[in-house]
């Protein structure tokens, strides 16, 4: 049973455009959530996080949105940069847990 | 600062055969994990630790020891390894499970 989902596998914008990201979760006692941006042979890096008392959170370019009724987030990336180009993960995690629950992660390709 | 240092980055094991991958980081986090990542997979957890002593299990456990004798080092031990077991795993740690996890660049595991 997947708990963190992140239904589209691809997504492709263009060099200026904005790029959303969706991610579902069915865990309602998940209250903290967070996005990781992996490359290719690398680890993922952390992006950005929200805890559930918020409902968004902004780190320049990237924004997180949080609909708790929904059991959604998104990650809004403006305006997207083909260095963007990578394969984005959510991951939640109650309390703050060191569990990390991850999707199965969302390959963005920014076209110049 | 080298952050989180994964060796070996690459490794072919045959069926049967054991092996430790090692894992440091010099940041001085108490949360340590482990994750595999699989094809078409997110990242699942495998073991994790909260300090030095202190270890427990994730999702996916099975074939799998760890042992947290410093805060620096936290070694994954494949028992008997199976082709189950080939993936990508990745070591990351953190101060807490309300700050980003920092990831190692990963070790390819082949078992054969």
């Known amino acids: ?112 | 600062n080298a952050g989180v240092t994964q060796t070996p980055k690459f490794q072919v094991l045959k069926t049967g055969q054991s092996m430790t991958l090692q894992c440091a980081q010099d940041m001085n986090h108490e949360y340590m994990s482990w994750y595999r990542q699989d094809p078409g997979m997110g990242l699942r957890l495998i073991h994790y630790s909260v300090g030095a002593g202190i270890t427990d299990q994730g999702e996916v456990p099975n074939g799998y020891n760890v042992s947290r004798s410093t805060t620096e080092d936290f070694p994954l031990r494949l028992l008997s390894a199976a082709p189950s077991q080939t993936s990508v795993y990745f070591c990351a740690s953190s101060y807490s499970g309300y700050y980003g996890y920092t990831f190692g660049s990963g070790t390819r595991l082949t078992v054969v």
């Open chain 1, 1 to 112: 049973d997947q708990q963190v989902k992140q239904n589209s596998p691809s997504l492709s914008v263009q060099e200026g455009r904005i790029s959303i990201l969706n991610c579902d979760y069915t865990n309602s006692m998940f209250d903290y959530f967070l996005w990781y941006k992996k490359y290719p042979a690398e680890g993922p890096t952390f992006l950005i996080s929200i805890s559930s008392i918020k409902d968004k959170n902004e780190d320049g370019r990237f924004t997180v949105f949080l609909n708790k009724s929904a059991k959604h987030l998104s990650l809004h990336i403006v305006p997207s940069q083909p260095g963007d180009s990578a394969v984005y993960f959510c991951a939640a995690s109650e309390g703050g847990s060191e569990k990390l629950v991850f999707g199965k992660g969302t390959k963005l390709t920014v076209n110049p």
